[in-house]
């Protein structure tokens, strides 16, 4: 993200702790999320740059506390999905394949009202599991990683 002279970028990384030991069969589950959040010349959130489970990046742009746009990327950093849509920036945006998120991955973003502490929270669903990262309207940065009990992982000490 390239940044304006009055900008202030900030970075949060999950720690490792937090990721577990396991590695699923398609998607790699023990990798670090991260999130970058660039605050304007006002101190107020104006974007956010989200790379979650496999490397997968969401931009979301910001005016005055709202959301304004939303950029899915595919794994390759090619834009997949954008939208500007205004109910779906107030409520919830889903960004994937097909109709039925359980059958492919999707990306999902939750975005909460001016008068919650809470901006946004994105999940990305995958076959073997799931990753949310809970950003507040302070900066502070939630990082959560969910492997699903019933699919094949293995130990991350077998890739070392």
Same mark, same amino acid.
């Given at each position: 993200?390239?940044l ?13 702790k937090s990721?577990?030991n396991?590695?699923?069969v ?19 959130i ?13 931009k ?9 746009? +939303?950029?899915?990327?595919? %794994? !390759?950093?090619?834009p997949? *999905?954008?939208?500007t ?7 919830? $945006? ?16 939750k ?10 929270k ?8 799931? +990753?949310?990262?809970?950003? %507040? !309207?302070?900066?502070?940065? *939630? ?10 992982? $293995? ?6």
């Amino acid at each position: 993200m390239k940044l304006k002279k009055h900008e202030k970028m900030v970075t949060r990384i999950q720690s490792k702790k937090s990721t577990g030991n396991r590695v699923g069969v398609n998607d790699s589950l023990s990798l670090r999320q991260r999130v970058y959040i660039v605050r304007n010349k006002h101190h107020q959130i104006a974007r956010i740059l989200i790379i979650s489970m496999d490397n997968r990046p969401t931009k979301i742009y910001f005016r005055n506390g709202l959301a304004t746009k +939303v950029k899915t990327y595919t %794994y !390759r950093r090619k834009p997949w *999905k954008v939208t500007t849509n205004k109910k779906k920036l107030r409520t919830v $945006y889903w960004a994937q394949h097909g109709d039925d998120y359980m059958n492919v991955d999707a990306i999902r973003s939750k975005f909460y009202t001016m008068k919650s502490k809470k901006l946004v929270k994105v999940s990305t669903l995958a076959n073997d599991g799931y +990753v949310h990262i809970l950003i %507040y !309207r302070d900066g502070h940065v *939630k990082f959560h990683t969910e492997v699903i009990e019933h699919n094949i992982t $293995y130990s991350i000490n077998d890739y070392k």
